[in-house]
């Protein structure tokens, strides 16, 4: 087995940089139109350029749902994560991997120098693997069948 060696740069190259967020003051239920509107997981929150923090489905799960407030009243600043691991885009898809599955989070927001580039879930760590292994296949089969073509 080949290992993978694709940075996070490479995944957002493909993928494009374009990140959603809202400030702290915007209540859960906008925040949740978002997500729905964009069909995305998780929204970045920030306020005057600064991360402060991020808000997924599950927090909506646990923090809103399962204690019983109303989305509509309850501010996403106040139900964010804050403690936010974030990674430089020369760091290692495979870091990126080890990150969300000992800290079981799905979304990992990239910084250069203190600014917002980009955003990985664990949707583009599959999906930039699987690319990886098709291209790995096809070189091989077009190895191998020129091998036997001599
Ligand atoms: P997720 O699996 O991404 O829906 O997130 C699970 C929990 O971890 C939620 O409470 C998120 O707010 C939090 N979380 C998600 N991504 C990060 C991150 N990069 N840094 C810190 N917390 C995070």
Do not use: C
Not at 80 to 105: A, D, G, I
Not at 106 to 113: E, I, K, T, Y
């Amino acid at each position: 087995m080949t290992a993978i060696t694709i940075s996070v740069n490479q995944v957002l190259a493909r993928k494009g940089g374009k990140t959603f967020s809202v400030t702290p003051d915007t209540s859960v239920y906008d925040t949740l139109a978002l997500m729905a509107e964009h069909n995305i997981g998780a929204v970045l929150v920030s306020e005057n350029d600064q991360l402060k923090g991020i808000f997924t489905e599950r927090d909506y799960a646990r923090k809103i749902v399962l204690k019983g407030l109303k989305s509509r009243d309850a501010k996403v600043g106040e139900m964010m994560s804050t403690n936010l691991h974030t990674v430089p885009p020369s760091e290692q898809l495979t870091t990126v991997m080890t990150v969300m599955t000992q800290r079981r989070f799905r979304h990992v927001p990239v910084v250069d120098n203190g600014k917002l580039i980009g955003l990985i879930s664990i949707g583009d760590v599959v999906k930039a693997i699987m690319d990886e292994q098709e291209a790995t296949i096809k070189h091989l089969a077009n190895y191998i069948a020129g091998d036997i073509a001599t």
